[in-house]
């Protein structure tokens, strides 16, 4: 056959997730943790991934992992779900409590792989976009829950919130708890770096789901590790729509060996916030630019020619994120707070873009990423 009938209608306008990756010196562009898990660990898990049967199927729930993670939070096993990746559970999240006729709330800008998971599973749209500071609308949230002709199924507040940097304000979270029973997924992938959680709520309210990853913190953003903390009985529904393997037996235990050392990330984490508050800081001062306030491992910023400013630091080998064309964050590029060394390039580079606009034009040969 030269043909094929055509793949289902909602993927018709999906364009496929492009992390933008590009090759460069310092990568600062994907929130990753910009230390790989250092020496002594990886021995570890050199001797831990040695006793794994490769020719068996993982433990399914893995739930040597989940017993770890259980109580470090204080919950039984019952309470955890891991994935393959916060990314996987988002998906499952759609599945689980999207589909026509009911609804998904978004407060955009915000990560965009909520609104594409939605899309994916012909789940409707709510948008209720943020307000100045990126602040989310909170009246118009509480009011949009309260319609039970909106038939709200289902939200996700990123907090901190990618891109943007801060916090949904928890009084905010407790009040939309109290006030809906649609699911409520705080996804608190970067709390490491803002170091506030929602956890003391979990038991109070049944439709309350933390997500949490290994990728950023721990290093692990290669190795696809993320879990879910919510009641039993939610739980149980992610169980009936999950990927029985989606976590391979190799990342399960590279992420016991990492989460039973995870005290030894502590002095990195704390690297990452500081070196935030030296960059948000070292931006402040360049004429033109605003950094945006952060809580996570990244700083949005404001620069006039936001996509030039981006291939001025490509060319010099700084990989950021450009965000000048999304909406509702135009004119802006994201920097993940990289080593002080990459920090130190990063601003340089950007320094020299503000206020040397004649070395704009300077060829860089012999230190580019062309090759
Ligand atoms: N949530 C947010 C807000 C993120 O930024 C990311 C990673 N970009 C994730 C979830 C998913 O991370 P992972 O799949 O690596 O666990």
Do not use: C
Not at 131 to 150: M, Y
Not at 228 to 234: D, G, K, M, R, W
């Amino acid at each position: 056959m030269d043909r094929v009938v055509a793949a289902a209608p909602q993927l018709a306008n999906i364009v496929p997730y492009d992390p933008k990756y590009l090759p460069a010196q310092a990568y600062l562009s994907a929130n990753e943790n910009p230390r790989d898990v250092d020496g002594d660990i990886r021995a570890q898990i050199e001797e831990e991934v040695r006793a794994v049967a490769l020719n068996r199927y993982p433990d399914p729930l893995a739930n040597d992992l989940r017993d770890l993670i259980a109580h470090a939070n204080g919950l039984d096993r019952d309470w955890v779900l891991v994935g393959n990746g916060g990314d996987e559970l988002l998906f499952d999240t759609a599945l689980a409590w999207g589909g026509p006729g009911r609804t998904f709330l978004n407060m955009p800008p915000t990560f965009s792989v909520y609104a594409a998971n939605a899309r994916l599973t012909n789940t409707p749209i709510m948008d209720i976009p943020r307000t100045h500071g990126f602040a989310i609308d909170e009246q118009r949230v509480l009011e949009a829950l309260a319609d039970p002709d909106n038939n709200i199924t289902f939200t996700i507040v990123a907090s901190p919130n990618n891109p943007t940097g801060l916090m949904a304000p928890p009084e905010f979270l407790e009040r939309v708890l109290a006030a809906t029973d649609a699911l409520v997924m705080v996804d608190e992938a970067y709390f490491e770096f803002s170091r506030q959680t929602m956890r003391p709520h979990l038991e109070q309210h049944k439709n309350l789901v933390i997500l949490r990853t290994f990728s950023k913190a721990f290093s692990l953003a290669g190795v696809r590790i993320g879990y879910i903390l919510a009641h039993p009985e939610v739980i149980r529904e992610y169980l009936k729509v999950r990927q029985p393997y989606s976590v391979d037996a190799v990342s399960q235990a590279i992420a016991r060996v990492v989460f039973r050392n995870r005290s030894a990330f502590e002095p990195r984490i704390q690297e990452i916030i500081s070196e935030r508050g030296r960059l948000t800081e070292a931006l402040r001062t360049l004429p033109g630019v605003i950094p945006h306030p952060s809580e996570s491992n990244w700083v949005l910023f404001e620069v006039p020619d936001a996509p030039q400013a981006w291939r001025f630091l490509y060319d010099r080998g700084i990989l950021v994120r450009d965000f000048s064309t999304a909406p509702g964050l135009e004119g802006t590029l994201r920097v993940t707070v990289g080593t002080p060394a990459q920090n130190d390039a990063f601003l340089s580079a950007l320094r020299t873009f503000v206020l040397d606009p004649d070395d704009r034009f300077r060829s860089e040969k012999g230190s580019g990423n062309h090759a």
